[in-house]
């Protein structure tokens, strides 16, 4: 079993900053990806970033150069640092974590792009 415990989010203002956090803890030795997904009222739940063991990172065309994931292994702990942030990115941002068997989600963390 993995938990995985989020944290960061907030209101920012447009242009503004944020950087979430996802702590894995359990089997996380098990783990070979973690990632962010978003989902926003009304709409699915979409891929944000995602980055593996390895350090291979991927991107939403909708974040590329404005967001970056990154990973501490030896915390079991992933990043998403969400810079010129825009009204559109607001949602509800979730962690997960894969391992060979299941993908793991966290409870999910509020981010509000707003004026």
């Known amino acids: 079993q993995v938990q995985l415990v989020e944290s960061g989010g907030g209101l920012v203002q447009p242009g503004g900053s944020l950087r979430l956090s996802c702590a894995a803890s359990g089997s996380a030795s098990s783990i070979y990806d973690m990632g962010w997904y978003r989902q926003a009222p009304g709409k699915r739940r979409e891929l944000v970033a995602q980055?593996?063991?390895?350090?291979?990172?991927n991107y939403a065309d909708s974040v590329k150069g404005r967001f970056t994931i990154s990973g501490d292994n030896a915390k079991n702990t992933v990043y998403l640092q969400m810079n010129s942030l825009k009204p559109e990115d607001t949602a509800v941002y979730y962690c997960?974590?894969?391992?060979?068997?299941?993908?793991?989600w966290g409870q999910g963390t509020q981010v509000t792009v707003s004026s």
């Open positions: 997960r974590a894969r391992t060979l068997s299941r993908q793991y």
């Open positions: 980055i593996t063991n390895s350090g291979s990172t």
